[in-house]
């Protein structure tokens, strides 16, 4: 019912900023909740952070102070602001989203995921 793209990955250095976007295809009724979360090679998807409705967005800890969920509901799209990157901060990030659609069917949607590198 409901799609998303993720997009704005690239190569960025060490202490740079990057800004992520996630727009929803689709009518939306109602939005639960959305996340952004990371995979690095090798390692487990983790969740970077989440935004409940009527609610303040959550963080995990390593990236907290460093990275803000902002959304811009006219668009139906939520963006990760990631500041002071860090090598470590290299992953695909996916973001996710739960609600209702306008035809009032559930959805739980991912992704395709969009890389981040960063890298001197």
């Known amino acids: 019912q409901v799609q998303l793209v993720e997009s704005g990955g690239g190569l960025v250095q060490p202490g740079g900023s990057l800004r992520l976007s996630c727009a929803a295809s689709?009518?939306?009724?109602?939005?639960?909740?959305m996340g952004w979360y990371r995979q690095a090679p090798g390692k487990e998807r983790e969740l970077v952070g989440t935004?409940?409705?009527?609610?303040?967005?959550n963080y995990a800890g390593s990236v907290k102070g460093r990275f803000t969920i902002s959304g811009d509901y006219a668009k139906n799209t939520v963006y990760l602001q990631m500041k002071s990157l860090k090598p470590e901060d290299t992953a695909v990030y996916y973001c996710?989203?739960?609600?209702?659609?306008?035809?009032?069917?559930?959805?739980?949607?991912w992704g395709q995921g969009t890389q981040v590198t960063v890298s001197s």
């Open positions: 996710n989203a739960n609600g209702h659609s306008g035809s009032g069917v559930r959805f739980d949607s």
């Open positions: 689709g009518t939306i009724s109602r939005l639960n909740v």
């Open positions: 935004a409940f409705s009527g609610s303040s967005p």
